[in-house]
């Protein structure tokens, strides 16, 4: 059965997307059978990918909303072994809609449950908030990756961030882990140096030996719909990828 992984924190611009997707495509390039579910309304993880949004008739809302089953919606990535479920801003409408429906954290979970065996990851990339989609991706889970932007504010919200996993542990998924902890957009500089050490000496064995390093090349890539493995291999952003994707499976 596959493993599925959320990857998650509420501040914006942290390097959620990227890694959800580049790590993805990774696990893909290494020949597993990987699902990139995109639970943001922004729809960066499906843009980044190279789908047309404005092409698709249905989507992640209409998994979650109407109950069609998520094999319905999910389209090929850019890659062989990679499928995604996209979205659009009709996600938005969700969380709205969905505030008085039954067992609406457990909206995702049950859709995973019908497509696990049909691959080894399944990875969802969450919006910037703790509202009711990331609930659901939390809830579908049986692993959280937190990613830290490498500077002053690092750990702002993090504490929030763990308290709401364990909240969600006791009450509506016992087994959710924290996967890792992943450091991103690391430079060579004396106060990235300085967040790198404190997270690790706070958060310990948890935090991931892989750094991403601040690499144009990763934000050039989605605009070609290529995660980095495709658009340019031998580049810092690719390697560090290929290396995270190592350390995951390694996980577990
Ligand atoms: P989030 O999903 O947490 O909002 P993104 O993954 O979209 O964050 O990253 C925010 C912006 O930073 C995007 O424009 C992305 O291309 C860029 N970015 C992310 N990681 C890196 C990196 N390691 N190096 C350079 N740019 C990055
Ligand atoms: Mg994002």
Known sequence: MGRVIVVANQKGGVGKTTTAVNLAACMAAAGRPTLLIDLDPQGNASSGLGIDRAALERTVYNALVDGVALHEIVVPGPMEHLSVAPSTKDLVGAELELVNATEREFRLRRQIEGVRDAYEYVFIDCPPSLGLLTLNGLV????VLITLQCEYYALEGLS???????????????????????????????????????????????????????????????????????????????????????EVAARG
């Open 160 to 246: 929030e961030l763990l308290h709401t996993i364990v909240l969600v542990r006791d009450s509506l998924n016992p087994q959710l882990k924290l996967q890792g902890v992943l450091l991103t957009m690391f430079q060579h500089t004396n106060l990235s140096n300085q967040v790198v050490a404190d997270v690790r000496a706070h958060l310990g064995q948890k935090v991931y030996e892989t750094v991403i390093p601040r690499n144009v090349t990763l934000s050039e890539a989605p605009s070609f719909g290529q995660p980095v493995i495709l658009y340019d291999v031998r580049s810092p952003g690719a390697r560090a990828y290929i290396a995270l994707a190592t």
């Open 140 to 143: 579908a889970s049986d692993g």
